[in-house]
T-cell receptor, first 115, second 115 residues
Framework: AQSVAQPEDQVNVAEGNPLTVKCTYSVSGNPYLFWYVQYPNRGLQFLLKYITGDNLVKGSYGFEAEFNKSQTSFHLKKPSALVSDSALYFCAVRDRMDSSYKLIFGSGTRLLVRP | SQTIHQWPATLVQPVGSPLSLECTVE??????LYWYRQAAGRGLQLLFY??????ISSEVPQNLSASRPQDRQFILSSKKLLLSDSGFYLC??????????????FGPGTRLTVT
């Protein structure tokens, strides 16, 4: 069975500092991995995805994520946080062996960037 | 470019009343379509997904149903709402291609409050 875990309900960081939002996954085969962001009362916005190749994936708004197969992790990072980055972040996974089109989403991590 | 619409944006309905939420996608053909529910601003629950007209897969047994009368239209319905149906309903679409991990794109959501 596929699963994804976001171990932190909330991450607090000061503006200008680097941020990391953690995600670990479990799949039978190899994963496709995604990050989304959600602002209050809005739909989710796609940030980036890992399919294959370079383990460091760059996405929208200066975010990047690093795929680590040995640790089954796909942590979201940004070198310098902005107050406007404060939002709810979701990691999602799909097993390459899964013929459906479903994504399995984590429970979400709330990022709070203080001025 | 592709856009996804949901309406209404907000809805307050009494227990036992019917429900109809609509989602339409523009600028693409043959999309996969999805309905999610998000409770308390956190995790996403996949309710239904569709890979074509009239093809609906249900993920969670409940008093909701979905229909896809046209290629780019996805409707979520209920004959009698329960208090537990309250939540934020999100529609999403993705391109359809076997074995290709296309990301999902989300609509703005409908906030449903059952009173």
């Amino acid at each position: 069975a596929q699963s994804v875990a976001q171990p932190e309900d909330q991450v607090n960081v000061a503006e200008g500092n680097p941020l990391t939002v953690k995600c670990t996954y479990s799949v039978s085969g190899n994963p496709y991995l995604f990050w989304y962001v959600q602002y209050p009362n809005r739909g989710l916005q796609f940030l980036l995805k890992y399919i294959t190749g370079d383990n460091l994936v760059k996405g929208s708004y200066g975010f990047e994520a690093e795929f680590n197969k040995s640790q089954t992790s796909f942590h979201l990072k940004k070198p310098s946080a902005l107050v406007s980055d404060s939002a709810l972040y979701f990691c999602a996974v799909r097993d390459r062996m899964d013929s459906s089109y479903k994504l399995i989403f984590g429970s979400g991590t709330r990022l709070l960037v203080r001025p | 470019s592709q856009t996804i619409h949901q309406w209404p944006a907000t809805l307050v309905q009494p227990v036992g009343s019917p429900l109809s939420l609509e989602c339409t996608v523009e600028g693409t053909s043959n999309p996969n379509l999805y309905w999610y529910r998000q409770a308390a601003g956190r995790g996403l629950q996949l309710l239904f997904y569709s890979v074509g007209i009239g093809q609906i897969s249900s993920e969670v047994p409940q008093n909701l149903s979905a229909s896809r009368p046209q290629d780019r239209q996805f409707i979520l319905s209920s004959k009698k709402l329960l208090l537990s149906d309250s939540g934020f309903y999100l529609c999403a679409w993705s391109r359809r291609a076997s074995g290709t991990p296309y990301e999902q794109y989300f609509g703005p959501g409908t906030r449903l409050t059952v009173t």
